[in-house]
């Protein structure tokens, strides 16, 4: 069985905007986090003119709450995309990136280059957990 899971703060936002995604989709023992932009959950806005480590920050709070709004955690993750407009950003991101997994147990990861999106933003993160 398939569920579409809303989070608030970020659906509101991918709603407004008219993205035809859901935050998350939970079937078959796994949870599948649509890409995470930097999203303010608070102002339910794309947070612009922040540093690449801010932006990644809050994409990673999005996909814990996303995992979190399925009955998963950070814990659970088996697999992250990361997708940056620009690849002198990996350090960077990588560096705000560990702090969200504890004790250097991070899951199978890919970091994807690509050439923009259509809002103001840097880094998306996508995530694949057990439910």
Not at 74 to 98: E, F, P, Q, R, S
Request: overall charge neutral; aromatic content about 8%; some cysteine.
């Amino acid at each position: 069985m398939r569920e579409l899971i809303r989070v608030p703060g970020v659906s509101d936002v991918t709603e407004a905007v008219g993205a035809p995604l859901s935050a998350a989709a939970k079937g078959g023992g796994l949870v599948f986090v649509s890409g995470m932009p930097p999203i303010d959950a608070q102002t339910k806005k794309v947070r612009t003119g922040i540093t690449v480590a801010e932006q990644t920050e809050l994409c990673m709070k999005n996909v814990k709450a996303s995992l979190e709004a399925a009955g998963s955690s950070l814990d659970k993750v088996l697999k992250v995309n990361i997708y940056a407009c620009n690849a002198a950003h990996y350090g960077t991101i990588n560096k705000v990136y560990a702090t969200f997994f504890k004790d250097g147990k991070y899951p199978a990861r890919t970091f994807v280059p690509v050439a923009g999106w259509p809002m103001e933003f840097d880094v998306e993160i996508e995530a694949i957990a057990l439910a």
